[in-house]
């Protein structure tokens, strides 16, 4: 399975709970999650690093152009519940390290490389603030990260951005 497909998988299973999408807004990943919540209905809230509302991918309902470059990855680690990460490069990184310092649950989804690939499983730092979840499959990321996040299961401190897509 592609990473695309699996990140258009998590962002329909989203939906197909009622829960809300959050993501960088833009193409590759993030337009996958995106189109597939929008394709069961769901919301989805696009968190731009440009000022130009029309950086943002055709499945957006909600557009924040922040203006903030990549420090908006700040503002979409704060604005989840939890985290879920499929694949992804240095932004994603940096979206789930801020989740993880504010002890947000974050699931990683594996096999689809990347990001989700070397932090699957493991504590991003000493601390071991929260032990990022592995997921084998797409529904089981959503099921975790939306368990943790409802159910208050936050690990040592709390998890990462819940509900959230890197």
Known sequence: EST???AKE???EIASRGAVLVTGGLGGVMEAACRGAKEKGGMVVGILPHEDMSYANPYCDIIIPTGMGFSRNYVTAY???SAIVVGGGAGTY???LVAYQKGKPI???KGTGGTADKIADSYLDDRKTVKVMAAPTPKDAVDQALDHALNGKRGIRYFQSVAKML
């Open 4 to 6: 695309y497909a699996a």
């Open 10 to 12: 998590v962002g329909a």
């Open 79 to 81: 604005s989840a519940d």
């Open 94 to 96: 940096v979206e789930a």
């Open 107 to 109: 699931v990683a989804l």
